[in-house]
């Protein structure tokens, strides 16, 4: 397909933060390589940047996506990008997601030491604001201290050098397109740290009547959007807030999808867990209905055993 690569630069929407940019910086880049349209990146600081502001204190849901959304809608920028994990489950009117490009390993990461999970001692202070990850780090290990850590990448691992934490939780994908990961740091499989729902991938926006959404379409990685829609699906059918924590991972075999999903309480005591498939004869754009009552069956499935100290 031909695109009109003698327009203007297209403006992409980013945070400012030195992850967002440089993951906004290889969106670009594929962009052009994939259309010959070039872009310029529009740093815009977000609701969430505010160090300040409590997680759960913030104005409105989506505390990292609002500002950049805003101002695709009111024209200011022509398509942002977004961690997709970041984004409520709940669209806006008037956006549409036209790519969704092949994802980064979903993993979490043990940063900023040598040591392995099991090898901290004993009350080793472990940063992390997720409740997600303080879950799943306290049912392991009750003995830890789950301390809340904001910032930039080097902000969190300074805290480690300066002797305030023991370590820091962070996601593989993040340290990889910063060319940060060390590997002496410990990955976490699926099965010991469940990650996010749509970690690892990046979500680009537009208007809905946007005269580039075609281009934008071709960094489109049809198989990471099933997994990571069944994934979202589970977020929604929860009902789930910047503090829930809820994890879920779809991974394909063959063209057969699982989804495997984790719902805490806030206390980090009940825990629900469920597993479930869907054959895709056909991967396409047909088979987005099915992969969501997928993610909605294993969300229901975590209701029901909400409450249960399983």
Request: net charge negative; charged share 20%.
């Amino acid at each position: 397909m031909g695109f009109d690569t003698t327009s203007r630069l297209l403006r992409l929407g980013t945070r400012s933060s030195p992850l967002a940019m440089a993951q906004s910086g290889h969106v670009a880049r594929d962009l052009e390589g994939a259309t010959g349209l070039k872009s310029e990146l529009v740093p815009i600081r977000v609701e969430g940047d505010d160090h300040t502001l409590a997680m759960d204190g913030a104005s409105r849901p989506g505390i990292f996506a609002s500002a950049l959304r805003d101002a695709l809608l009111a024209g200011e920028v022509d398509y942002v990008v977004h961690s997709f994990k970041d984004l409520p489950s709940a669209g806006v009117e008037g956006l549409v997601i036209p790519a969704i490009p092949a994802r980064q390993p979903p993993f979490d990461v043990l940063a900023g030491t040598s040591l392995t999970f099991d090898q901290l001692p004993p009350g080793a202070r472990i940063g992390t604001s997720s409740p997600r990850r303080a879950s799943a780090l306290l049912r392991c290990r009750s003995d830890l201290q789950i301390l809340p850590v904001r910032g930039n990448v080097d902000t969190r691992l300074r805290k480690v050098t300066a002797g305030e934490l023991d370590a820091v939780i962070m996601a593989y994908a993040g340290l990889e397109r910063l060319g940060v990961r060390d590997e002496a740091w410990q990955v976490f499989s699926p099965e010991e740290l469940l990650p996010a729902p749509a970690q690892g991938a990046l979500a680009v926006e537009c208007r809905q009547d946007s005269a580039y959404m075609g281009a934008l379409g071709e960094l489109d990685h049809l198989w990471t959007r099933l997994a990571v829609t069944s994934e979202r699906s589970v977020l929604a059918g929860v009902g789930a807030t910047c503090t829930t924590a809820v994890a879920a991972l779809a991974t394909w075999e063959a063209r057969t999808l699982t989804l495997t999903a984790e719902l805490s309480d806030h206390l980090h005591v009940c825990h629900a867990l469920a597993i479930g498939t869907c054959v895709i004869p056909d991967v396409t754009d047909e088979a987005i209905p099915a992969v969501t009552d997928l993610g909605s069956r294993v969300a229901e499935v975590l209701l029901n055993h909400e409450g249960r100290n399983d």
